[in-house]
């Protein structure tokens, strides 16, 4: 079994910073990509930005100059540095991983979500 715990998130005033945190655990053999996406209040789930374990990163263009994505593949952690903070941002931001496990070969996994509330 395989779990990403996510970390980090809170209520920040615009123009503020906060950083997430995903940790992936279990009988993993290999990580192959890991994001991150967030998911409005009537919004669907939208990818916010990307990284394959080569270190390629691929980010939405709304975030683009505000946030960094970054990886340690020791650690099996993926993180998401968000600075210049906006009241749009508030979101659920979840974490994903595409894994191949022992148990369960090569497959899409989620965090449980954490809520980043940007406001004054």
């Known amino acids: 079994q395989v779990q990403l715990v996510e970390s980090g998130g809170g209520l920040v005033q615009p123009g503020g910073s906060l950083r997430l945190s995903c940790a992936a655990s279990?009988?993993?053999?290999?990580?192959?990509?890991m994001g991150w996406y967030r998911q409005a209040p009537g919004n669907q789930r939208e990818l916010v930005a990307a990284?394959?374990?080569?270190?390629?990163?691929n980010y939405a263009e709304f975030v683009k100059g505000r946030f960094t994505i970054s990886r340690d593949n020791a650690k099996n952690t993926v993180y998401l540095q968000m600075n210049s903070l906006k009241p749009e941002d508030t979101a659920v931001y979840y974490c994903?991983?595409?894994?191949?496990?022992?148990?369960?070969?090569?497959?899409?996994?989620w965090g449980q979500g954490t809520q980043v509330t940007v406001s004054s």
């Open positions: 990284i394959t374990s080569g270190g390629t990163i």
């Open positions: 279990g009988n993993i053999l290999n990580i192959y990509a």
């Open positions: 994903n991983a595409d894994v191949r496990a022992l148990a369960n070969g090569r497959r899409d996994y």
